[in-house]
């Protein structure tokens, strides 16, 4: 996976559905590359999280995977959990107390504007710890 500091190919398409201009913190996969416009340090669970998207848009082209991300709620929830799940397994290495704070921030990220709050934060938090299933 490249990392580049520097914005998606459809950054505009996504500043149309999200409000994440200028937000220095959000970072983009698009293909094999992890768009990193603000060029803050990327954590390894992140680049774990980055990862499955690399993945996930291997099977259908990164273009067509954006495409659907965008417009569909549904897909990108199923997208983003797979990542956040990815992500928390990942954070087994760091101690219980970093651990915590980790599940807190990314099941508010799941749940807030940012995704456009397609989960409350119990059932964010419910999803990535593996204690319900998608299709609940
Ligand atoms: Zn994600």
């Known amino acids: 996976m490249k990392i580049v500091e520097d914005y998606p190919p459809n950054y505009e398409e996504i500043c149309k559905h999200f409000k994440i201009r200028n937000n220095k913190y959000v970072?983009?996969?698009?293909?094999?590359t992890l768009y990193n416009p603000g060029g803050g340090h990327i954590a390894e669970d992140l680049k774990a999280h980055e990862q499955v998207h690399m993945q996930q848009?291997?099977?259908l082209g990164?273009?067509?995977?954006?495409q659907i991300y965008l417009a569909d709620p549904k897909f990108r929830l199923v997208q983003e959990v797979q990542a956040y799940r990815r992500q928390y397994n990942f954070s087994k290495i760091y101690p219980r107390s970093n651990r915590r704070k980790l599940l807190r921030s990314i099941s508010q990220d799941l749940?807030?504007?940012m995704y456009g709050n397609i989960v409350n934060y119990q059932t964010a938090k419910d999803l990535i710890e593996n204690r319900?299933?998608?299709d609940d």
Not at 27 to 32: I, L, S
Not at 62 to 66: E, G, M, Y
Request: no cysteine; charged share 10%.
């Open 27 to 32: 970072v983009f996969t698009y293909g094999d």
């Open 57 to 59: 848009q291997q099977t």
């Open 62 to 66: 990164a273009s067509q995977w954006w």
């Open 111 to 113: 749940s807030g504007p």
């Open 132 to 134: 319900r299933a998608l």
